[in-house]
């Protein structure tokens, strides 16, 4: 679309259509899960807003627009941590300082937050009144897993639009075209990307998935047992493996979910197909509860791994908080 490889038409068309009619917004939020193409969508939203183009927008010919494509637009300001961490609060300040610089050659300037959570408290306190009052050529949008990640305050200044999941059938024309090579793969690949192509991206960019994979499955019994010293055996993996952590909570989440599925009769809505009699061993010898418990503490071992919790402690608390809720003495 465009030039853009989005994968919500209906939804661009409308944001694109108003911004020809001149009734776009000043700020929105762009919420779904990571990989079902908010940035692309952020991106291409960004360059209709800043296309010099009379007739069409984006144009994808104007000097705006080829600069949108190389990512070098100055009226395009992509904000992130500065300290790796969170957009601070002398950033915040930086940035509606900037919102009151007229854009250098288009009619909009942008601001895209890239991730939500790289915004705390203090820091969205500071953006509410450029969110609320921004000079009539700012667009704020801010990328979010979910509404959860934002203050109420900064919510209610923002329209939200959400990117869901896309079909089996858009996945696998996703692959057909840019990984023809794995096209036999496909329903694996639809089943273990869960809607989202950003999924078959990393599924199949990275030579060592199914090899973790596999590994992370096996550890999921020694998170799960009884013994406090399997905590620790945790620990040592996640450490081990601490550039992956957040992808073997995923695959642990994968895996509880799907255990959960089976223990109700559900086998043909597993994401892990291949792994299926493994999965069924397990959900036939632990009971439903348990996954639900173990489900309820990854969610909130992974938030406190994006708030960059020391790695140890998190796995360590991950472990024995399971132990504790599932085998009360």
């Not at 694109?16 to 991106?43: C, D, M, Q, S």
């Not at 009144?129 to 704020?140: N, S």
């Not at 089943?191 to 998935?209: A, F, R």
Request: with cysteine; net charge negative.
């Amino acid at each position: 679309m465009y030039g853009y490889n989005v994968f919500h038409d209906d939804i661009m068309k409308n944001l694109i259509y108003n911004v020809k009619k001149g009734e776009h917004r000043h700020a929105y939020l762009f919420t779904g899960p990571k990989g079902v193409g908010r940035h692309l969508a952020a991106k291409l939203f960004s360059a209709a807003l800043c296309c010099t183009s009379e007739k069409r927008q984006p144009c994808n010919e104007c000097h705006a627009c080829i600069c949108t494509k190389n990512d070098t637009n100055p009226d395009i300001v992509h904000i992130k941590p500065k300290d790796k961490k969170s957009v601070t609060v002398e950033q915040a300040r930086e940035i509606v300082a900037d919102a009151y610089v007229k854009p250098l050659e288009s009619a909009n300037k942008v601001y895209i937050i890239d991730d939500a959570y790289d915004l705390n408290e203090a820091t969205q306190n500071c953006l509410l009144k450029i969110l609320e009052e921004p000079p009539e050529y700012v667009v704020f949008i801010i990328i979010a897993d979910s509404e959860a990640q934002l203050l109420q305050t900064v919510l209610s200044r923002c329209t939200t639009i959400h990117f869901p999941t896309v079909t089996d059938d858009v996945i696998k024309k996703y692959i057909e075209e840019n990984y023809p090579d794995s096209y036999d793969k496909s329903d694996l690949l639809i089943s273990l990307s869960n809607g989202i192509p950003g999924e078959v991206d990393k599924i199949l960019s990275d030579p060592d998935y199914y090899d973790l994979r596999s590994e992370s499955f096996k550890k999921l019994i020694s998170l799960m047992s009884e013994h406090k010293i399997s905590a620790y055996t945790i620990s040592e993996f996640l450490e081990d493996h601490k550039d992956d952590a957040e992808k073997i909570i995923d695959f642990w989440q994968s895996f509880l979910r799907d255990i959960l599925i089976i223990s109700e009769g559900g086998d043909k809505l597993i994401w892990n197909k291949d792994m299926q009699e493994e999965i069924k061993k397990i959900a036939f010898s632990i009971k439903p509860e348990f996954c639900v418990v173990a489900l309820e503490q990854t969610i909130l071992a992974k938030t406190m791994l994006r708030k960059y919790v020391n790695l140890h402690s998190l796995s360590l608390n991950l472990s024995f908080s399971i132990k504790k809720r599932l085998y009360k003495k």
